[in-house]
């Protein structure tokens, strides 16, 4: 089964804090997400990633960036939390574009910023 | 632009009762199709997929969905809903070779006991 593990399923973090999330996968997918999800506003794609240090903006990049030095591990961060970047985040991996594959996720971390 | 809409933000069914849910997409030309249920604090899992082949899906937890070209809907349906099966839907196409999906809003599902 694949498995996609993040870090923390809860976090609190103060405004203007430096924040990490962190997300590995273990079946050597090419592809890895970041997007948060909000009340009403679905799922937003933040960043995405096809290959190791190979990354591309998603809907809303702003106040993020992420880091991708190795395959299985895919890193959000955000360089100084906002309190409007209180929000589930969610990770998710996936084989190469080109057929039908699904993208798998992970359990979600809960950020609050305060 | 190509887009994905669940019309229903929120549904309420009796337990034992039949459900349908409804997808309608935008796009050009075949897509690839996905369901997805998000469990109360939980990360999404895939129900089912639709890439080609036969229109009629059959996916995990006894759900089902159907692709009809000439609506642009993939609706999802299950015969006879339990408790455990309320949670977040959410629909989401994929266009060829791009590695994105688009996502529908989503579709809150309540079982009423």
């Known amino acids: 089964d694949v498995k996609v593990t993040q870090s923390s399923r809860y976090l609190v973090k103060r405004t203007g804090e430096k924040v990490f999330l962190e997300c590995v996968q273990d079946?050597?997918?090419?592809?890895m997400f970041w997007y948060r999800q909000d009340p009403g506003l679905g799922l937003r794609l933040i960043y995405f990633?096809?290959?190791?240090?190979?990354?591309e903006k998603g809907d809303i990049p702003e106040g993020y960036s992420v880091s991708r030095e190795k395959k299985e591990r895919f890193s959000l961060i955000l360089e100084s939390a906002s309190t409007n970047q209180t929000s589930m985040y969610l990770c998710?991996?996936?084989?190469?574009?080109?057929?039908?594959?699904?993208?798998?996720f992970g359990p979600g971390t809960r950020l609050t910023v305060t | 632009a190509q887009s994905v809409t669940q019309p229903d933000i929120h549904i309420t069914v009796s337990e034992g009762a039949s459900l349908e849910l409804r997808c309608n997409y935008s796009?050009?030309?075949?897509?690839?199709l996905f369901w997805y249920v998000q469990s109360p604090g939980q990360g999404l899992q895939l129900l089912l997929k639709?890439?080609?082949?036969d229109t009629l899906v059959q996916g995990i937890k006894g759900f089902e969905a159907e692709f009809k070209r000439s609506q642009s809907s993939f609706n999802l349906r299950k015969p006879s809903v339990h408790w455990s099966d309320a949670a977040e839907y959410f629909c989401?196409?994929?266009?060829?070779?791009?590695?994105?999906?688009?996502w529908g809003l989503g579709t809150s599902l309540a079982v009423n006991p």
């Open positions: 989401a196409l994929k266009r060829g070779n791009n590695r994105k999906l688009i």
């Open positions: 796009y050009g030309a075949t897509p690839y």
């Open positions: 990633s096809y290959d190791v240090k190979m990354k």
């Open positions: 639709y890439f080609s082949g």
């Open positions: 079946m050597d997918h090419e592809n």
């Open positions: 998710a991996s996936s084989f190469s574009s080109g057929r039908a594959h699904e993208q798998y």
